[in-house]
């Protein structure tokens, strides 16, 4: 099993930025790639960014390119989605998710942090 802590989220207004954290342990050796989503209220689950659990390309929804980095601090098992020009659109609960390998789907999901961002 992996198990998943988020945790960063907040009030932010329009233009500034946060930082949203996971924590992964467990079997971390069975985890090839991570994920951030979001979700809005109303809305489905979306993709925000992606990177694979060693070096590797990142990915990024089109609507989060060149203002959200995500990365991984390989000493403290921890991936960061840096935000940056946040827009009111960006309020959402964010997840981030582990996906193993030779596997398709995210496996493990964490509980959520809520970011609102005021106009």
């Known amino acids: 099993q992996v198990q998943l802590v988020e945790s960063g989220g907040r009030l932010v207004q329009a233009g500034g930025s946060l930082r949203l954290s996971c924590g992964v342990s467990?079997?971390?050796?069975?985890?090839?790639?991570m994920g951030w989503f979001r979700q809005a209220p109303g809305k489905e689950r979306e993709f925000v960014a992606a990177?694979?659990?060693?070096?590797?390309?990142?990915s990024y929804a089109d609507s989060v390119k060149g203002r959200f980095t995500i990365s991984r601090d390989n000493a403290k098992n921890t991936v960061y989605l840096q935000m940056n020009n946040l827009k009111p659109e960006d309020t959402a609960v964010y997840y981030c998710?582990?996906?193993?390998?030779?596997?398709?789907?995210?496996?493990?999901w964490g509980q959520g942090t809520q970011v609102t961002v005021s106009s």
């Open positions: 998710a582990a996906r193993r390998c030779y596997t398709t789907e995210y496996t493990y």
């Open positions: 467990g079997r971390t050796f069975s985890i090839c790639n």
């Open positions: 990177k694979p659990w060693s070096d590797g390309s990142t």
